[in-house]
């Protein structure tokens, strides 16, 4: 990041960056901070889920013009560009993407006799319990009370077919009764998973305690670590197929910027592969998300980016939920908190967070 | 010296000037702590207030134009099942704690007060727990009570004293009891440093006039030991009760209030609120909902402080 701002102040004298980085869990609270005291930055990197918050406040410069005159725009994924839109209007660049998939230790596949893997749920299920032994889990997934959790069991709802608005139908009941049945029945995955963040998932897998996990690209430097062969497969199909979620950030202007046809030009410059490849690609960790990179070799940056450029095309977005995502965040992660911990069957979670879900869509 | 004629001159001038600057030097020299609590107490306390009053939304916080809605905010997080839920474990982690924590302060302090070889040593190892920021306390704990890979379900099971792992922080009925241990284990050399003060400023005379009388070890106790303890006892049960009722890192870190709430307290819950969520201005009324309770007993143990020093 710190060589693009370079290369951009010399290609441009007249604008100087300051930059300032901050830690992923204190990023909301900062950023939050930073708009009640009116030093909202002139250009940040937020995450695509947070858009209709902060866009509905008027914290964040309406970039809709700017958008559609960007010839890059059409380029990316329907997803991402959907990604940095509420309404018809547009708030953000599309930056850098990333998503989740299954990652796959080999030589415990090996050793349980798999021999590609799961596909479906069904596999899924089978192939954890015979991967589970001893000390050794068969399956690892964050089910943490944050955000991580939800980013974790959305796409499992939208691979049965559920999605946010309905939960508390058979489909969001049959999403959570998959991870049921393989946390608390055939306890192929451990209830830490309750308390586990991804960065925990990710060094579980990279030190063998997990044969399967899923997570994102950026678990890389905890699984390279590791001494024995692992690969990256899509997520298991479930009723409705395949699914992701979308993460990662959008370039957004500040709404009290003085300078935003700099912010703009700035952020458009930082979004276009054009410019720097190396580092949108190794340098950020960045997933390919538009048509013409999705699946360039010149992309690949690690073997596994292929499977998750190939996962990518099937990401869904956070944000269309509205600006009250973090509450219903909140309401999705409690539910799988209450079924993975027995308190509540998932017929009586899925129906509890339904009735808190629905007030809270849509309206700002 | 010649200089002191013409002071003689002008003498009743210069007294009244020289009291009336008397009068404003002191005020001059506590106006640093003045400023410095006003801007760092006061104010973020008062705007706290303000903001559970008002409908305050990111952009509003910006503009400062939220609308005021009276106690709908207190009425919010009162209703909330969560809230009651949290604000009933905020209770029971404290009194448990620190009770807990005090019995086991005073069992040590009166063990360290003793003379034997190494009982300075040892009771200073105990302050390196306290000293050790919690963060990272709590990050070993969380590390150690997984259920998963954790040190201490590893060493259970070869004492074969456990056949299935016990997921200590991922059980809804077990999460809140092993923060309380947690809690415990963090409070203890606070306690016990203070009450070992205590038991040390009782006159040993006492101790050998009460031996002489024929009085025994639990005898000594309550008729020399506690008596002089006690107010050091009531001053170290409240600090311990604010500093545990206010504790947010512990749970944060170990279990994020999880699961599903069970671990839940008032602060964790508050910021939760405001900064996952974004709802301002009940985060704020939770958090002066705490803010009364703290303050409660913050004039408790300057009430008990003062009484002390009159006794004295």
């Known amino acids: 990041m710190a060589s693009l701002i370079k290369n951009y102040e010399a290609g441009h004298p007249n604008v100087t960056i300051n930059r300032t980085s901050i830690g992923f869990a204190d990023f909301t609270t900062k950023l939050t901070q930073a708009a009640a005291t009116g030093t909202f930055p002139d250009v940040a990197a937020i995450d695509n889920a947070d858009i209709p918050l902060y866009a509905g406040q008027g914290t964040l410069a309406d970039l809709t013009a700017q958008d559609k005159a960007w010839p ?11 990604s940095v839109s509420v309404g018809d209007k547009y708030y953000g660049v599309p930056f850098r993407s990333n998503t989740s998939a299954l990652w796959y230790n080999k030589a415990d596949f090996q050793q349980a006799g798999i021999t590609s893997p799961p596909s479906t749920w069904a596999d899924l299920v ?5 991967l589970t032994s001893g000390k050794r889990a068969g399956f690892c997934f964050s089910a943490a009370a944050t955000d991580e959790g939800t980013f974790t069991f959305l796409p499992v709802l939208w691979q049965s077919g559920g999605d946010v608005p309905s939960i508390g139908d058979q489909h969001s009941q049959a999403a959570l009764n998959l991870l049921n049945t393989m946390v608390n029945v055939d306890h192929s995955a451990p209830r830490s998973v309750l308390q586990w963040g991804q960065s925990d998932v990710a060094d579980q897998f990279g030190t063998g305690l997990c044969a399967m996990m899923v997570n994102g690209p950026y678990a890389l430097p905890s699984v390279q670590k590791a001494s024995f ?33 700099a912010a703009v030009a700035f952020a458009q410059w930082l979004a276009d592969p054009a410019n720097d490849r190396q580092q949108l690609t190794n340098g950020l960790g960045s997933i390919p998300n538009r048509k013409d990179t999705i699946s360039n070799p010149a992309w690949d940056w690690q073997p596994m980016v292929k499977v998750f450029a190939q996962q990518m095309a099937t990401a869904r977005p956070r944000g269309v939920y509205g600006p009250q995502y973090q509450q219903i965040s909140t309401a999705i992660s409690t539910m799988e908190q209450q079924v993975l911990s027995g308190q509540a069957s998932p017929v009586q979670a899925a129906q509890k967070a339904g009735a808190t879900i629905k007030p809270l869509l849509g309206h700002s | 010296m010649s200089v002191a004629t013409p002071v003689r001159i002008t003498g009743n001038a210069v007294t009244v000037r020289k009291q009336r600057r008397s009068a404003a030097w002191p005020y001059l020299f506590v106006l640093p702590a003045v400023v410095f609590l006003a801007g760092l107490l006061i104010y973020p306390l008062v705007l706290n207030i303000v903001l559970s009053f008002q409908d305050t939304t990111v952009s509003s916080l910006i503009r400062g134009n939220a609308p005021w809605v009276g106690v709908a905010n207190y009425r919010a997080a009162l209703t909330d099942p969560a809230f009651v839920q949290a604000a009933w474990h905020s209770v029971v982690f404290s009194i448990v704690s620190v009770a807990i924590q005090l019995g086991l302060g005073l069992g040590l302090a009166l063990f360290y007060s003793g003379r034997f070889i190494g009982a300075v040593t040892m009771r200073s190892l105990y302050l390196i727990g306290y000293a050790i920021p919690i963060v990272v306390t709590a990050q070993v704990f969380r590390w150690l009570l997984d259920g998963q890979s954790g040190l201490v379900n590893s060493a259970l099971s070869a004492l074969h004293l456990q056949s299935q792992p016990v997921y200590w922080l991922s059980d809804p009925s077990l999460a809140l009891p092993v923060l309380i241990v947690v809690q415990v284990w963090l409070g203890v050399p606070f306690t016990m440093v203070n009450l070992l003060a205590g038991v040390t400023t009782v006159p040993p005379e006492l101790y050998e006039a009460s031996t002489i009388d024929g009085a025994g070890a ?7 030991t506690w008596p002089w303890l006690r107010p050091t006892f009531a001053a170290t049960t409240t600090l311990s009760l604010i500093f545990t009722f206010k504790t947010f890192d512990l749970v944060w870190i170990a279990t994020q209030g999880g699961p599903a709430g069970a671990s839940e ?24 909902l705490v803010f009364a309770v703290l303050f409660v007993l913050a004039v408790g143990y300057l009430w008990s402080l ?7």
């Open chain 2, 218 to 224: 639990w005898r000594r106790f309550t008729s020399v």
């Open chain 2, 265 to 288: 307290i008032l602060p964790t819950l508050a910021y939760r609120s405001v900064f996952t969520e974004f709802l301002f201005g009940k985060g704020a009324a939770i958090l002066n």
């Open chain 1, 126 to 130: 089978t192939d954890a319990k015979k």
């Open chain 1, 229 to 261: 062969q692992w690969a990256v497969a899509p997520w298991p199909a479930g009723p409705s197929g395949t699914a992701a979620p979308l993460g990662g950030e959008a370039l957004v202007v500040g709404g009290n910027s003085a300078h935003v046809d």
């Open chain 1, 72 to 82: 890059e725009l059409s380029q990316y994924l329907p997803a991402v560009s959907r």
């Open chain 2, 306 to 312: 003062r009484r002390e020093e009159r006794r004295r």
